[in-house]
């Protein structure tokens, strides 16, 4: 099911199933979320969905390294992302990623918009609630004031601020923009199949209601020439 939904979507190629906010989203995650966050059940194809083109895929997907077994001497080797590979972590495993992280392992951003309780609308929340804490207010170490959080505080910085990226369509990138649009990302890659899955929900409505249509041919026709016979008999 999964080869057929990501060929689909590779053979669509097309934006339709993706709002701009999506695709701004995307540059968001692109540029300074995918440092640290992973998807680790979003594939490079499955972009498709949000309007990349084939070719895209590929430039974006040979920029990437995944692991491909052990080399000769035992030791791990990789190679080029395709576009059939899970995007994966930006970490080689979770001992790095724990590593560059004061201890702690970034949530991954594939089911985020399900998981987190709140959903979006909590984390466009808490990405736009960093704030200087209070005077007097003492933080542990390596964590960040944000009055979002149950505790007032956070282990990540504060990821976005004005004017940090350029959107291609003019867009203006404020905190508050980068964060819907990032949560309309989030939203899409909880559900990256959903249009491939509503095509194939079609294909199989209009098969059936074929089959249907052929049975109830076929069923007059066998009844006509039985009819026929008893009628011949009878006579």
Known sequence: MRWMLLALGLLGGGS??????????????RQVCSTCHSLDHVAYADLSGLGLTQ???KEYAAQHQVPDGLDEDGDPKTRVARPTDLIGSPYAGEAMARMANHGSVPPDFSRRAMTQKGGVAWIVRMLQSYAEAPAGRKLPPGSYYNTAMPHGHIGMPQP??????????????TTKQMAEDLGAFLEWTARPHLAA????????????????????????????????TDASRNF
């Open 16 to 29: 339709a199933h993706a709002s701009t906010s999506e695709q701004r989203g995307f540059k968001v995650f």
């Open 55 to 57: 070719d895209q895929i």
């Open 160 to 173: 976005l601020h004005d004017g940090q990226i350029s959107y291609e369509d003019g867009t203006p990138a």
């Open 197 to 228: 899955r509503h095509l194939v929900g079609v294909f199989v409505l209009l098969y059936l209601a074929g089959m249907y249509v052929l049975l109830l041919l076929m069923k007059r026709r066998v009844w006509s020439r039985l009819r026929q």
